[in-house]
C-alpha cells in the first residue's frame, strides 16, 4: 500500500532535504480557521515556514495578520502581501532603525512592535518621531515564561508612561504563555486560564479611558485550543503549519497533520545493528536528547544513537535488511529550527516533486 509520503520522483532529489507537501499544508490551514469563527482573530506566526510563497497561501486563505520574529520575516510578510504585521520582538540596537526603514519601504503593511520598558520605549518613539513617523506598539507581558515581558501588575504604569510619547502609540496587550504545554488539556486549560486572568484585569483597566485601537493577542500553539474560545483575543500558532512530532506528542486534541518532512539516505553500514544516514546537526533541530530529533514514518524502529555535523548513526535490528542508498522519510520533533537550516524546500503535489519555494527569511536580511 502506497504511503501519503512517498514521492515517486525520489531519485531525482539530493539529501539531505526539506520537502513540503502541498495538500496538507492547505489542510492544516483549513483546520486552523475551523477553530475561530472569524479570521480576523487569527495572527499566525511565520517563524516556522520563513516562505513568502507559503505565507502567501493563508492570505489567500483570507488571514491577513501575521506575527514574526526577525525583520526578515517582516519583509518576507510584506513581499507575500500581509496586511498588518506585529514583530513579535522587542527593537533594540539596529533593529530599531532597520524596522523604521522597513516601514518606510512598504507602506502598504502596517507594521506593529513589542515592548516592555520605558527607556526602550522613548528610544523607538525618538527614532520614529525624527523621521516624521509613528511605530504601533504592544506591550509585552510576563505571565510565567520568564522569558520578556513586564508583569501585568507593572504594566499599567508602563502604559501610561507611553501616552506622552509622540513616535510611538499602544495599541495593545501581548501575552505569550510557551511554558504551558501540559498534554492533559484540562490541566493545560488550567493553567492557560490563571495565567491570563491578570492579562484581562489589566485589559479592562486600561480600555476604562483608551482611545483609538486597543487588541489583546495571546498564546502560541499549545495553548491555541483555549484562547482561541476567548472573546476578542487574537491567536498566534506557528507550528500549525507544518506540525512536527514534538506537538503531535503533546498535543493531542490537535487534528494538524505533518506536512514538512525531512528525507534522508543511508550512506554507510558500519556494523551489522548500525546504519549511519546524511542528516547531520546541519539538517535536523538538535536541540533535544538525541532519540527526539527525527522519527522515521517508513523505518520506525529505527534508533538515533550518535551525531555529528554531517551524520547521524541509527541502531537497527541486527537482522535488518537495509542497504546503502535507501532512503527514510523523517518527521522532525522540531520543525521550525529545522526549516531554519534549509534555504529551500522541495514542494510535492500529488507524490511528486516539481518545484523548489526559497526560505527566504532564514536569512537574517532580505535587503533591509
Request: aromatic letters at 8%; hydrophobic letters at 40%.
Given at each position: 500500500?502506497?504511503?501519503?509520503?512517498d514521492?515517486?520522483?525520489?531519485e531525482?532529489?539530493?539529501?539531505?532535504?526539506?520537502?513540503?507537501?502541498?495538500?496538507?499544508?492547505?489542510e492544516?490551514?483549513?483546520?486552523?480557521?475551523?477553530?475561530?469563527?472569524?479570521?480576523?482573530?487569527?495572527?499566525p506566526?511565520?517563524k516556522t515556514?520563513?516562505?513568502?510563497?507559503?505565507?502567501?497561501?493563508i492570505?489567500?486563505a483570507g488571514?491577513t495578520?501575521?506575527?514574526?520574529?526577525?525583520?526578515?520575516?517582516?519583509e518576507m510578510?510584506?513581499?507575500?502581501?500581509?496586511k498588518?504585521?506585529?514583530?513579535?520582538?522587542?527593537?533594540?540596537?539596529?533593529?530599531?532603525?532597520?524596522?523604521?526603514?522597513?516601514?518606510?519601504?512598504?507602506?502598504?503593511?502596517q507594521?506593529s512592535?513589542?515592548?516592555?520598558?520605558?527607556?526602550?520605549?522613548?528610544?523607538l518613539?525618538?527614532?520614529?518621531m525624527n523621521?516624521n513617523q509613528?511605530i504601533?506598539?504592544?506591550?509585552?507581558?510576563?505571565?510565567?515564561?520568564?522569558?520578556?515581558?513586564?508583569?501585568?501588575q507593572?504594566?499599567y504604569?508602563?502604559?501610561?508612561?507611553?501616552?506622552t510619547l509622540?513616535?510611538?502609540?499602544v495599541?495593545?496587550?501581548?501575552a505569550?504563555?510557551g511554558?504551558?504545554r501540559?498534554t492533559d488539556?484540562?490541566?493545560?486549560t488550567?493553567?492557560?486560564?490563571e495565567?491570563?486572568?491578570?492579562?484581562?484585569i489589566?485589559?479592562t483597566?486600561?480600555?476604562?479611558?483608551h482611545?483609538?485601537?486597543?487588541?489583546v493577542?495571546?498564546?502560541?500553539?499549545?495553548t491555541?485550543?483555549?484562547?482561541?474560545?476567548?472573546?476578542?483575543?487574537?491567536?498566534s500558532?506557528?507550528?500549525f503549519?507544518?506540525?512536527d512530532m514534538?506537538?503531535?506528542?503533546?498535543?493531542p486534541?490537535?487534528?494538524f497533520?505533518?506536512?514538512a518532512?525531512?528525507?534522508?539516505?543511508?550512506i554507510s553500514?558500519?556494523?551489522?545493528?548500525?546504519?549511519?544516514?546524511?542528516l547531520?546537526?546541519k539538517s535536523?533541530?538538535?536541540?533535544n536528547?538525541?532519540?527526539?530529533?527525527?522519527?522515521?514514518?517508513?523505518?520506525p524502529?529505527?534508533?538515533?544513537?550518535?551525531?555529528?555535523?554531517?551524520?547521524?548513526?541509527?541502531r537497527?535490528p541486527?537482522?535488518?535488511?537495509?542497504?546503502?542508498?535507501?532512503?527514510?522519510?523523517?518527521v522532525?520533533f522540531?520543525?521550525c529550527?529545522t526549516?531554519?537550516?534549509?534555504d529551500?524546500a522541495?514542494i510535492?503535489e500529488n507524490?511528486h516533486?516539481?518545484?523548489?519555494w526559497?526560505?527566504?527569511?532564514?536569512?537574517?536580511?532580505?535587503?533591509?
Amino acid at each position: 500500500m502506497r504511503e501519503w509520503y512517498d514521492i515517486d520522483n525520489i531519485e531525482e532529489i539530493d539529501t539531505p532535504a526539506l520537502v513540503v507537501y502541498l495538500d496538507r499544508v492547505k489542510e492544516n490551514i483549513r483546520v486552523l480557521k475551523n477553530f475561530v469563527p472569524d479570521t480576523s482573530r487569527l495572527r499566525p506566526h511565520v517563524k516556522t515556514n520563513k516562505s513568502e510563497e507559503v505565507s502567501k497561501l493563508i492570505i489567500d486563505a483570507g488571514i491577513t495578520k501575521f506575527k514574526c520574529a526577525t525583520i526578515s520575516e517582516a519583509e518576507m510578510l510584506a513581499l507575500a502581501g500581509a496586511k498588518d504585521v506585529l514583530l513579535a520582538y522587542q527593537p533594540v540596537g539596529p533593529k530599531a532603525t532597520r524596522l523604521l526603514a522597513l516601514k518606510e519601504k512598504y507602506p502598504a503593511t502596517q507594521f506593529s512592535c513589542l515592548i516592555d520598558n520605558l527607556e526602550t520605549a522613548n528610544h523607538l518613539s525618538d527614532i520614529f518621531m525624527n523621521a516624521n513617523q509613528r511605530i504601533p506598539v504592544y506591550i509585552d507581558l510576563n505571565i510565567g515564561m520568564n522569558r520578556t515581558g513586564v508583569t501585568p501588575q507593572k504594566a499599567y504604569t508602563l502604559y501610561l508612561g507611553c501616552q506622552t510619547l509622540k513616535g510611538i502609540m499602544v495599541i495593545g496587550l501581548h501575552a505569550y504563555d510557551g511554558h504551558i504545554r501540559e498534554t492533559d488539556f484540562e490541566l493545560r486549560t488550567k493553567h492557560s486560564d490563571e495565567s491570563f486572568a491578570p492579562v484581562e484585569i489589566l485589559a479592562t483597566k486600561i480600555l476604562k479611558t483608551h482611545s483609538g485601537p486597543f487588541t489583546v493577542i495571546a498564546g502560541g500553539t499549545p495553548t491555541f485550543p483555549i484562547h482561541s474560545k476567548r472573546k476578542d483575543v487574537e491567536c498566534s500558532p506557528g507550528t500549525f503549519i507544518y506540525w512536527d512530532m514534538g506537538y503531535q506528542r503533546i498535543l493531542p486534541e490537535q487534528p494538524f497533520v505533518f506536512a514538512a518532512l525531512v528525507i534522508t539516505r543511508v550512506i554507510s553500514k558500519p556494523t551489522e545493528d548500525t546504519l549511519c544516514v546524511d542528516l547531520g546537526h546541519k539538517s535536523i533541530a538538535s536541540e533535544n536528547p538525541i532519540d527526539s530529533r527525527v522519527f522515521f514514518l517508513n523505518a520506525p524502529e529505527l534508533q538515533p544513537i550518535g551525531h555529528s555535523e554531517e551524520h547521524m548513526v541509527v541502531r537497527a535490528p541486527a537482522t535488518n535488511s537495509y542497504k546503502v542508498g535507501d532512503v527514510l522519510y523523517g518527521v522532525p520533533f522540531h520543525i521550525c529550527p529545522t526549516c531554519a537550516l534549509y534555504d529551500s524546500a522541495w514542494i510535492v503535489e500529488n507524490n511528486h516533486v516539481r518545484q523548489k519555494w526559497a526560505i527566504s527569511s532564514r536569512n537574517r536580511t532580505i535587503t533591509i
